[in-house]
C-alpha cells in the first residue's frame, strides 16, 4: 500500500469507512440501478492504493479530510509500457482553486516517475476546462493538441479533449531546475 504525503495533500488508500461517501461523490456518483458499474466502482475503491494491472487509485486528503479522488491508469491493453493517463476530482467545488489539485498532480505524477515507472504522464481534459489546463501547463504538461469528439455526452454528441503530456526527460530537468514541481517540500512516499 502507497501513500505520498505532501505539504498539503496526501494521496493514500481510501479507508472502509469512506467507502460509501466516495460510491456516492466519485464521477457524481452512480445510478442505483447500475448494479455491474456499482460492483466495479467498490472494487477500485476496496483495491486502492496499490497498483493494479491497469491503474492506482488514491484517495485524495487535505487538511484532514477526504476531499476527492486521483488516479493513474496504465494499461497493458490500451497504453504503450511506462504511458500512464492521469485523472482527479475534488468532489466539492469549495475545495477548488485553493492550489490543492495542482500539488495532488504533482504528488501523482512525481509518484508514477519515480515508484511505477513511468516514462511519460499524460491528462485529457474538456477544451473550456480551464482550471484543469492551468494546473497541466503550470506543472510543466506540454499542450499536444486536441482530440476531436473525443468524450460522449451522452446527449449523443461528444466533446473535444485538449491532451497534455510531459516525458522522463521533461521531468528530470525540471526537477534539477526547480526542485520537485516548484513544491517547497518534497512529498514523502511510504510503502506499508
Ligand atoms: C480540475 C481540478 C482538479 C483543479 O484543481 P484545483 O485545486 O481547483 O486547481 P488549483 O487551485 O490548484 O489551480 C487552478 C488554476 O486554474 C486557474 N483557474 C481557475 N478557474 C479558472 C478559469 N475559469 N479560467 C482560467 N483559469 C482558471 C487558477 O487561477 C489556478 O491557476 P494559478 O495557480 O496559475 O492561479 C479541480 O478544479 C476539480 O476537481 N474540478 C472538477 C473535476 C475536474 O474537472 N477534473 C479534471 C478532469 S480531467
Known sequence: MTAVQ???VTLRAFRPEEIEDAMRRMGGGIEPSNGGQSMRRRARLQGSGARNDWEVLFAVEAEGR???DAQ?????HAMPPGVWEIGIE???PADRGRGLGREAVAHLSTHLFEHEAAIRVQATTDVVNSPMRRVLESLGFGFEGVLRGFMPTGEGTARDYAIYGITIDDWTTRRLERGVWGLKERARTRER
Open 90 to 92: 475534488l468532489w466539492d
Open 72 to 76: 493513474g491508469r496504465c494499461s497493458d
Open 6 to 8: 505532501g505539504p498539503r
Open 66 to 68: 477526504l476531499v476527492g
